[in-house]
Each structure stands twice: as structure tokens, then as C-alpha cells.
């Protein structure tokens, strides 16, 4: 469970946080939806300790990111705009090595290798080099990376950039298993399908704060609007960030 409580956070000038609130719950999918400058990939990047917050108070399974990153990194599977991939190592090396880095044995390694490779259909690359990849193929394998080690917690920032209907389904499927799974995702987006798709609660934050959380159902309801987009856009106050 990831809970975090008024927190706040400036970049000079900038508040990028100005008293976020929310609780992210285990084997529920929760979508983080805010427009562009919205503080999201503030937030995510502050919850496995990368930025230290101004104020307010962050526990990822009871434990704060700030004082004990590396406990918390170690619950933790992060997927950031920045994939990481080494170009010259194939998708098999590049998992190996970091399943290797996570304490994973050889049997249970490869093992799960099957596993993510069936799960996110890389059948067809993962023999190849990255060097060439596409944005999909990119996002896919380090989207693998990320859950290679089963951590308990997920952190997505924008997952379905660039992937195309085949990789949007073995997305979801993902999602799906992990919430079995018992899982805590958080997932920051900005295609509504996909929050209706597969989220269980909703996280807006507009300004740096939290506007508003529920199921997508009960922000309908809320805001006496039967569209999640135009719900949306009402607790928001704009029309900026959305993609279709
Ligand atoms: N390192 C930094 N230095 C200065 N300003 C920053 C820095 N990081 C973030 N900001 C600012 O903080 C605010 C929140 O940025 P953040 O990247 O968290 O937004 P976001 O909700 O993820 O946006 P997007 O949907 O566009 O990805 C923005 O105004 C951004 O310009």
C-alpha cells in the first residue's frame, strides 16, 4: 500500500506539489490522471526516494522513501520516461542482467523470462539487440524489467506510449495479472480508454494537488457527468492533457 499525506514540493520558483493526498491500495490498479505539469512524475519519482519532497509524508508499505530508499526500492518496480535499455545487449541478456542484479537465481530467472516474454509477446525480439528497437518494442522490454522481480509495489509513468493494439492488450493483460497478483499499481496516463480499461481507482491531480480519488464510477457520479474524459475535464477545470 502507498500512502501519501500534503505533500509538497518546489523546483525554485515552480511548486510542482502544493499538499498531494492519496492512498494507493494493494491489488487495485490505480490510475494517476492530471494534465501536463500536473506534478505526476513529480510524485512517482519522490515515492522510490529519486527526489526528496518539501513536505508531507510518504509510507510505501509503512516504510518512508525519503529516510530508506533502498528498502523501498527493493518493494518497488519503477517503469519512468527514461527506458534505460543498453543497446548492444539483447532482450534476454538485458533481463538476465537485471534479474541477476535483483538476487534472482538462474532457474527462477529464466523461468520468469518465459514468463514476461509470454505476457508481453517479445517472443520476436528477445534474441535481438536494442539498438534499432522501436519506441514499442523500448517501452515493452524495459516494461519487462520492471516486472522481472515481482515487486510488490508498481510504479508506471505513461505506459502505453508508443505501443500499438497487440502491445496495448499485453499491457492490460499485465495489469490484470498483477492486480491478482495483489499488487499496488499506480499508473500515471493520459488515455482515458485505458483507465476505464483497467483501473480500479482514480487519482486526480491538477496544480499540484489532489482534486480528486475514487473508482471511475463514483467521479461520474460525483460530478453528475456519465463520460470519465468530461468528468474529468470538470474536476480539472481545462482541457489540457488529454489524449483519446
Ligand atoms: N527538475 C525540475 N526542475 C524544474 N522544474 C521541474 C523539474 N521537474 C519538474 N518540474 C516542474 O514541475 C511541474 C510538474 O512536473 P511533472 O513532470 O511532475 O508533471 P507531469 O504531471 O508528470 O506532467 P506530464 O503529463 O507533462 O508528464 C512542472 O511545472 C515542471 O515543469
Redesign the pocket.
Known sequence: MIEIHDVT?H??K????SGASFVARDGHVTA?L????????????MLVGL?RRDGGTIAVDGVDPGTDPMTVRRSIGFLT?QFGLYEKLTTREYLRYFGQLNGMDDAALARRIDEVTELLALGDILERRAKGFSQGQRIKVALARTLLHRPRNLLL??PSRGLDVMSARALRRALAALRADGCCVIM?T?VMQEVTNSCDDVIV?AG?RTVAQGTPQSLCERTGIASLEDAFVKLVGTEE?IAV
Open positions: 514540493k523546483f525554485g515552480v511548486h510542482a506539489l494517476l492530471g494534465p501536463n505539469g500536473a506534478g505526476k512524475t513529480t510524485l512517482l519519482r527526489l520516461d509513468d505513461e500515471a493520459h491531480i499540484g492533457g
